[in-house]
């Protein structure tokens, strides 16, 4: 596995003019994120996570400081520069599941095909849109339109439709965020078997309980990154302060 950063951002900035105020949404972040990993950023409202978000998907450029997507610069390119990054290295998950209601799921899949400067064949776009399905665990379903799915089957067409370009980063803003409870932890289940395989997976949520399926945690306030843990050190600290809390208490009861 490569060791070079699919992202690398370096003391990033992001200042939005309002009017006569400057307003400062991201200060000076920097910020690695390699092959394979499983990261969740998270943030309060105006904390800077969507606007990092919309940087890191290339909807955005910074200010100041230098992004790096997959080893490319991709700071100072110009807004179609941007747009053809974003559809060879990124593919994108949103809460809305954006399917074309009339299309059946692999046709859906097969959409960011038709946009790729690379030139795919019909029968190409179809074997690698039915091949995504399957990596979802929808294969079966291949057929069916959106309003015979589920929201959670929506929500992997969706998944697997940001996967049919083989992007080096797939980026995922709340996609659980439409979802009830049980269908929220299939849909991550999901997520988990994509990143073991491989598959380098950045999430926005603001649900704790989301980010406790990745590998890495990243906080946001006031633009800044305020920590940056792995998951597991995380939960093993607030597990030991669980135990710590149920003896202090059985003390005082004793």
Same mark, same amino acid.
């Given at each position: 596995?490569?060791?070079?950063?699919?992202?690398?951002?370096?003391?990033?900035?992001?200042?939005?003019?309002?009017?006569?105020?400057?307003?400062? @949404?991201?200060?000076?972040?920097?910020?690695?994120?390699?092959?394979?990993?499983?990261? @969740?950023?998270?943030?309060?409202?105006?904390?800077?996570?969507?606007?990092?978000?919309?940087?890191?998907?290339?909807?955005?450029?910074?200010?100041?400081?230098?992004?790096?997507?997959?080893?490319?610069?991709?700071?100072?390119?110009?807004?179609?520069?941007?747009?053809?990054?974003?559809?060879?290295?990124?593919?994108?998950?949103?809460?809305?599941?954006?399917?074309?209601?009339?299309?059946?799921?692999?046709?859906?899949?097969? *959409?960011?095909?038709?946009?790729?400067?690379?030139?795919?064949?019909?029968?190409?776009?179809?074997?690698? @849109?039915?091949?995504?399905?399957?990596?979802?665990?929808?294969?079966?379903?291949?057929?069916?339109?959106?309003?015979?799915?589920?929201?959670?089957?929506?929500?992997?067409?969706?998944?697997?439709?940001?996967?049919?370009?083989?992007?080096?980063?797939?980026?995922?803003?709340?996609?659980?965020?439409?979802?009830?409870?049980?269908?929220?932890?299939?849909?991550?289940?999901?997520?988990?078997?994509?990143?073991?395989?491989?598959?380098?997976?950045?999430?926005?949520?603001?649900?704790?309980?989301?980010?406790?399926?990745?590998?890495? *945690?990243?906080?946001?306030?006031?633009?800044?990154?305020?920590?940056?843990?792995?998951?597991?050190?995380?939960?093993?600290?607030?597990?030991?302060?669980?135990?710590?809390?149920?003896?202090?208490?059985?003390?005082?009861? @004793?």
């Amino acid at each position: 596995m490569s060791t070079r950063p699919v992202i690398q951002l370096t003391d990033i900035h992001k200042i939005y003019r309002t009017g006569e105020v400057d307003v400062h @949404a991201v200060r000076g972040v920097s910020l690695d994120i390699l092959p394979g990993e499983f990261v @969740a950023i998270m943030g309060s409202s105006g904390s800077g996570k969507s606007t990092l978000m919309n940087m890191i998907g290339c909807l955005d450029r910074p200010t100041s400081g230098n992004y790096f997507l997959d080893g490319i610069d991709v700071s100072t390119l110009d807004r179609e520069q941007r747009a053809e990054i974003r559809n060879d290295k990124i593919g994108f998950v949103f809460q809305g599941f954006n399917l074309l209601s009339r299309t059946t799921a692999v046709e859906n899949v097969e *959409m960011p095909m038709l946009y790729n400067h690379r030139r795919v064949t019909s029968q190409e776009q179809r074997q690698r @849109a039915l091949a995504s399905l399957e990596l979802v665990g929808l294969g079966q379903r291949a057929d069916h339109k959106p309003n015979q799915l589920s929201g959670g089957q929506q929500q992997r067409v969706a998944i697997a439709r940001a996967l049919v370009n083989q992007p080096s980063l797939l980026l995922a803003d709340e996609p659980t965020g439409n979802l009830d409870s049980q269908t929220s932890i299939e849909i991550m289940g999901v997520f988990q078997k994509l990143n073991e395989q491989g598959i380098t997976i950045v999430m926005v949520t603001h649900e704790l309980d989301v980010a406790r399926y990745t590998k890495r *945690m990243i906080i946001l306030k006031d633009g800044k990154i305020r920590t940056d843990e792995k998951v597991a050190e995380r939960l093993n600290a607030e597990e030991e302060l669980k135990k710590l809390r149920t003896a202090q208490e059985a003390v005082k009861l @004793a």
